[in-house]
């Protein structure tokens, strides 16, 4: 029998792996980053690198 999964940790690795861009930006931010708009366009962290650099301000993984 498999070994249940812990959906906290699922969800917190989501939640990480997880930035924002906006609709003219060139960078990707942390969720609460005051540089966000009302535009705000979650996507995971991978796709965030190949195209975007990070925020300075909010400094999200990199």
């Known amino acids: 029998m498999p070994a249940p999964t812990d959906v906290a940790t699922t969800e917190s690795e989501e939640k990480e792996n997880t930035v924002y861009i ?6 990707y931010h942390r969720a ?3 540089h ?7 996507i995971d962290l991978e796709s965030a690198k190949e ?3 990070p ?8």
Do not use: A, F, V
């Open 51 to 53: 195209k975007y650099s």
């Open 22 to 27: 906006t609709n003219t930006g060139t960078k």
């Open 36 to 42: 966000l708009s009302k535009s705000k366009i979650p």
């Open 32 to 34: 609460d980053c005051r």
């Open 55 to 62: 925020c300075g301000t909010c400094k999200p993984p990199s």
